[in-house]
């Protein structure tokens, strides 16, 4: 990055609906007691109910334009590059408490910088998953557009994307990670998501969901060749039960809710993809956390649905790309 001084570090964020991700790129950093070339890039995340947290953590950062100082003692006005719904909302929070104004800019856009930006210079960035495993996959640099990249962060964003700066953000849903874990410390009590994940992994989904042959018996299953276990009906069992909430585990509950919001995005993903007819559907947001079943989930889902014809493929910095995509603008 251009017009660094040595010793200081350039800080973007991304304030959304649920998390402001920060990356920050360090200049003066030592690796094995030698200077490194180029620097390297740091990755945060805070809740955004506490952004005095993030605010305390930047305050303690050296950043370039400070002369040298570290912002809290700053005098000059600084500016940073800033992104996500929030960048509006805590504008004036943050002018105030750290002095700093935000250089907004547009969400789709950082979104998509930062997703080419990975595709493109980080390797091993992007891999698919099946089986519980990864499997890296090289991008073919000259056949990288376009690609459907869905963003699953609060709600759920579809961007068709061609090239930097040439996209359209296609449509997108309000059904997405703030819902799923929204409905989650409701049923569950969660109120950490890595603890709802953990959750999620030691539960049965057959405890709540109706499958086919609760529906039609094991033997009509047999007789007609219907796929006896396929989902029918997410939470469809709970409408027959005498099963009061207190009844059911939390692990069963955290399940259920993972793979139904999971299956969901999933297939409206593909049938958009499938509109646009785009073969390849990238996935970021930090909804997936880099959470094994989760991308199983969504990776069989987009291979049923598409017949084997299509491929989800995952970026190891899936939640930053918004937060990179902003960070790179200070090349413009
Ligand atoms: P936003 O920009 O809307 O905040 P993100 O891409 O940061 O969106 O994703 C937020 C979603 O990520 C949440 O709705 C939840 O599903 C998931 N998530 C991952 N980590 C956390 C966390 N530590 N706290 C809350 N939600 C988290």
């Known amino acids: 990055l251009p017009n660094q001084s040595s010793d200081t570090a350039l800080i973007a964020v991304d304030i959304g609906g649920t998390l402001i991700k920060l990356v920050y790129f360090e200049n003066n950093v030592k690796v094995k007691g ?18 005095d947290e993030c605010l305390e953590f930047i305050r303690s950062v050296k950043l370039p334009y400070s002369g040298g100082s570290a912002m809290g003692s ?64 090289e991008v073919n640099q000259k056949n990288l557009y376009p690609y459907l990249l869905v963003n699953i962060g609060s709600g759920v964003s579809m961007i068709k994307v061609l090239g930097n700066r040439n996209f359209e953000r ?12 929204g409905l989650a410390k409701l049923l569950t009590g969660c109120t950490r998501y890595d603890e709802f994940l953990q959750l999620s992994q030691q539960g049965d989904n057959l405890v709540l969901d ?33 099963r009061e909430l207190s009844d059911y585990k939390a692990e069963d509950l955290a399940t259920t809710l993972l793979s139904a919001f ?21 996935f970021g947001g930090s909804y997936i956390r880099g959470h094994p079943s989760t991308m199983d989930n969504i990776s069989y889902a987009i291979d049923f649905w598409s017949k084997g014809q299509m ?17 790179l603008s200070y090349n413009d």
């Open 210 to 242: 109706l499958i086919v042959k609760d529906i039609c018996g094991e033997l009509v299953c047999q007789k007609q060749g219907l796929s006896a276990s396929t989902l029918a009906s997410s939470f469809g069992k709970v409408i027959s039960s005498k």
């Open 311 to 327: 491929q989800a493929v995952f970026l190891r910095h899936e939640g930053f790309l918004g937060a990179l995509g902003a960070l």
């Open 74 to 137: 700053a005098k000059v006005n600084l500016t940073m590059k800033a992104t996500g719904g929030g960048s509006f909302k805590f504008a004036d929070t943050i002018k105030e408490k750290l002095g700093v104004s935000l250089d907004k800019l547009d969400e789709m856009d950082t979104v998509v910088t930062g997703a080419n930006f990975l595709l493109k210079q980080v390797p091993n960035e992007s891999f698919t998953f099946a089986h519980g495993k990864r499997c890296h996959i």
């Open 34 to 51: 030698k200077q490194a070339v180029g620097g390297r890039l740091r990755f945060m995340k805070f809740q955004t109910s506490r952004l």
């Open 262 to 282: 999971t299956y969901n995005i999933a297939q409206v993903s593909f049938l958009v993809a499938s509109l646009l007819k785009l073969k390849r559907v990238y």
């Open 170 to 181: 296609v449509t997108g849903t309000q059904i997405g990670g703030g819902t799923m874990f």
